[in-house]
């Protein structure tokens, strides 16, 4: 089955950066387009990047453009989310997400909190 594991969170200071991964596997990675999610308490999980199966595509929640990257590696079964000049609002839950039996599939979840 579907087994996304995320990792990379944590607590860091405003200004600071994260690297967040995503090992996928029971499916075939490399056909798919991943993404990344978060929520944060109280609110909805919203979209934040996707990538294409090759990567060369990639697109990015307005909020994070020009700070975050999304990337992947598909001899890996790897994507992953650099993060650079967080935000206090950037705290929350961030989650992988792959779409390989038309349903949607979630990881565990990261969580990352940035402070002021």
């Known amino acids: 089955q579907v087994q996304l594991v995320e990792s990379g969170g944590g607590l860091v200071q405003a200004g600071g950066s994260l690297r967040l991964s995503c090992a996928a596997s029971g499916f075939t990675f490399s056909s798919y387009p991943m993404r990344w999610y978060r929520q944060a308490p109280g609110q909805e999980r919203g979209l934040v990047a996707y990538?294409?199966?090759?990567?060369?595509?990639?697109n990015y929640a307005d909020s994070v453009k020009g700070r975050f990257t999304i990337s992947r590696d598909n001899e890996k079964n790897t994507i992953y989310l650099q993060m650079n000049s967080l935000k206090p609002e950037d705290t929350a839950v961030y989650y992988c997400?792959?779409?390989?039996?038309?349903?949607?599939?979630w990881g565990q979840g990261t969580q990352v909190t940035v402070s002021a």
């Open positions: 990538i294409s199966t090759r990567g060369g595509i990639t």
């Open positions: 997400n792959a779409r390989p039996n038309s349903q949607d599939n």
